[in-house]
């Protein structure tokens, strides 16, 4: 008998961890490509009823870290493609593996931040744990090293019922509102008073409603008239791009998918042209201009473009030729271990080592750059990584009609990059309000409406030429207006709360009688 009851006991010490690893991998379920919302919001009730119930804080951080590896290990194993494997093989998986592992310490801090506080499981789950998320998500969009990727908030674009929120409290605040109704699905459901359940499902009843009222609220309006764009996806992968015989194929090919094209607007992918600006052919050059001012439009190329001086490296650039003008744009925020590498006298020698593509020498852009006029339309442009700064380049955005991404998301063959990012880029159209042009070099290239929604997608790994309509729209959403100062504010306010309950809680009894 004594006997089973340990054997009961140490069943049930695995299962809180194990739960926790669970309900990570079902959270990730709600990124591209399965966009199963609703199974982040029941994974992530889970965990935040977990969180909220553990007062031992070392077990806090284990169940915490193996959520978030449960999380970030699935959704990031592409990070291992596009590694050398045969000269250094434990040194090459030591790399993203210590990235994921370090991205799932910042969960544990969380769970254990909530074990160590005295106040009541429910104001854990429904205030201290989404606001602490919060201020993490908004952690890992900052220093050289910033990845803000797999962000919750993203699981609701476009079709979860938080969505709407977009435009007026950013991705980032759709993370605080996701966790928050999750914390009230766990309150609903948890043992207690009948009355708290009440509470917590009429909360979550009201929040519902008034993201269904958000999303009757138009934050844009048209202007002008609608204007026809193509797309050009070459599909010349990453790591063959740089190859004599692939670059001269990425010319011709690119060439003849623009002469298909009669769109006023024609835009190709981040550095399609795999050259500097001073070895592009002059013929070629001269050739896509012609066309676009023979439609009385604009072309937009990508390519490399030294820098201003020696030993500054290269930009990433995209060059626009056409009526509006002879017009540039750099890349300014890098994709880190893939244009450059931080902290390069510790890093540079070990990433060599083990990475099939040698691309460390790419310098940031002028901080400052404005944005572009594309077939006479004011335009905001971000260069792949770039898309996934929603806070950053706001102004540019608010007064343009419409927003373009050229992407680079081949990855060796792994696809999973390509879907989370086009679901990064349906977030950064749903925050602004506005269309948005996609072309990327081996895919997706889609056109994406003001409500984050997919007009129009080009098949993934095929050269395609991609046409279709937009309607520019003007106007400024909340969210470019305040950036991500809004959810901070609002996740602040959530932790002075519970700072307040937290004091409270930890006097004295006697203290506490008037």
């Known amino acids: 008998m004594r006997r089973g009851a340990v054997a009961s006991a140490r069943l049930r010490i695995l299962a809180v961890p194990a739960a926790a690893a669970a309900a990570g991998m079902a959270a990730g379920l709600g990124f591209a490509p399965y966009r199963a919302w609703p199974a982040t919001a029941l994974a992530c009730a889970v965990w935040l009823a977990l969180a909220s119930r553990e007062r031992r804080v070392p077990r806090a951080l284990l169940t915490g870290w193996l959520f978030g590896l449960g999380l970030f290990a699935p959704g990031l194993s592409w990070l291992f493609t596009g590694l050398d494997l045969r000269p250094h093989p434990l040194l090459a998986v030591a790399g993203p593996a210590s990235m994921i592992a370090a ?14 506080a005295r106040i009541a499981p429910a104001l854990k789950q429904i205030l201290l744990v989404p606001a602490l998320w919060v ?13 803000p990727w797999l962000a919750l908030g993203y699981t609701q674009v476009p079709a979860g019922p ?34 708290a359940r009440r509470r917590a499902l009429f909360a979550l009843a009201a929040m519902l409603l008034a993201a269904s009222v958000a999303a009757r609220v138009s934050w844009t309006a048209p202007q002008g008239a609608p204007l026809r764009a193509a797309l050009l996806q070459g599909n010349v992968p990453l790591t063959e791009k740089f190859t004599p015989t692939q670059t001269k194929r990425a010319l011709l090919t690119y060439a ?9 607007l024609v835009v190709m992918p981040e550095t399609a042209l795999p050259l500097f600006e001073h070895q592009l052919p002059p013929d070629l050059v ?21 820098g201003p001086g020696p030993g500054l490296g290269y930009f990433s650039s995209a060059h626009v030729l056409g009526v509006s003008g002879e017009q540039r744009y750099d890349k300014r925020h890098l ?13 540079r020698s070990a990433y060599e080592r083990i990475t099939k593509v040698k691309m460390l020498d790419t310098s940031p852009g002028s901080p400052i750059q404005g944005g572009l006029v594309l077939a006479g339309r004011r335009a905001a442009l971000r260069m792949c990584y770039e898309d996934a700064f929603g806070s950053e380049h706001r102004e540019e955005i608010a007064r343009a009609g419409f927003l373009v991404t050229l992407a680079n998301d081949s990855w060796d063959g792994a696809t999973a990059p390509m879907d989370q990012h086009l679901q990064i880029s349906q977030g950064r159209a749903l925050e602004a309000a506005k269309p948005l042009l996609r072309a990327a070099n081996t895919g997706w290239s889609a056109v994406i409406d003001r409500h984050g929604r997919i007009l129009a997608r080009a098949p993934r790994l095929e050269a395609v030429l991609l046409e279709a309509e937009i309607q520019p729209r003007g106007g400024v959403t909340p969210y470019l207006r305040l ?11 959530a932790l002075l709360f519970c700072a ?3 004091w409270m809680a930890r006097q004295p009894a006697g203290d506490k009688q008037p």
């Open 286 to 306: 001269a050739y896509l201009g012609r066309l676009a001012t023979e439609r009385g439009g604009d072309i937009v190329l990508s390519h490399f473009r030294r």
């Open 335 to 347: 994709l880190p271990f893939g244009e450059f590498v931080p902290f390069p006298e510790l890093l």
């Open 256 to 264: 003849a998918l623009a002469a298909r094209s009669r769109a006023p």
């Open 162 to 195: 938080l969505a709407p929120f977009a435009p007026m409290v950013g991705v980032l605040g759709v993370s605080f509102l996701l966790l928050i109704c999750a914390g009230l699905i766990a309150s609903a459901v948890a043992p207690g008073p009948a009355a």
């Open 500 to 502: 307040a309950a937290e």
């Open 483 to 493: 950036g991500d100062a809004l959810p901070l504010g609002l996740a602040g306010l």
């Open 103 to 116: 991205l799932a310490l910042l969960p544990a801090g969380v769970a254990g931040a909530a074990a160590a």
């Open 135 to 147: 201020v993490t998500e908004w952690l890992r969009h900052q220093t050289a090293l910033a990845f």
